[in-house]
């Protein structure tokens, strides 16, 4: 069940600083054990990380005009079937509505990855109440939505949180365990 949070988050749109959050989530991720296979997505061979504590998986890539991270949940040993969970992809540029991933800052400088709950596969948005993650206001040029709250890049339990995020998205879509 997601609990409202009571902290406002600032959104990270200025693209260098955005590439500097990536950086942190990149560095913060790229601790897991990197996987023996390459795994095929949309036609090109992807490196991606096993996180064995926490039982899932991530690759972060680079496109043209976005970031591109997909997680996925299980053993090592399934990575060939590339079960993906759900991706959190963010616009190099500030906010855009295609991709749901955002950055934000709170008043103490820690940086959040943020999820705005609408997977792309032609299921609903997530409801509230359909979802065991925070849920947190991101002020976006004044405006303020609501998002989900992935993790703390700071956080020694980053690799925790992402796997219950990912665990609640996988309990609520039924897919990748």
């Known amino acids: ?44 061979e992807r ?3 096993y996180f064995e504590n926490n039982k899932f998986w991530w690759g972060n890539f680079s496109e043209i005009d976005y970031y591109w991270n997909v997680f996925g949940l299980g053993e090592i040993e399934s990575l060939a ?19 749901a991933g955002l950055f934000a800052k709170d008043n ?20 509230e109440n359909e979802f065991i993650s925070n849920i947190v206001d991101v002020r976006i ?10 993790a703390n890049l700071s956080s020694n339990s980053l690799h925790k949180d992402i796997s219950l995020f990912i665990t609640g998205v996988a309990n609520f879509k039924g897919v990748g365990q």
Request: hydrophobic share 35%; proline share 2%; aromatic share 10%.
């Open 81 to 99: 079937k590339f079960n993906e969970v759900c991706n959190v992809n963010y616009f190099k540029g500030g906010k855009e509505s295609n991709h």
């Open 47 to 49: 490196q991606v990380w």
């Open 1 to 44: 069940m997601a609990k409202n949070n009571l902290i406002t988050l600032d959104g990270i749109i200025n693209p260098n600083k955005i590439e500097k959050a990536n950086a942190e989530l990149v560095a913060g991720l790229s601790q897991g054990k990197l996987a023996n296979e390459k795994v095929l997505y949309r036609g090109i």
């Open 141 to 150: 040029n004044g405006e303020l939505y609501k998002y989900f709250l992935v």
């Open 108 to 127: 103490k400088g820690n940086t959040y990855l943020v999820h705005d709950g609408k997977f792309r596969n032609g299921l609903l948005p997530v409801k």
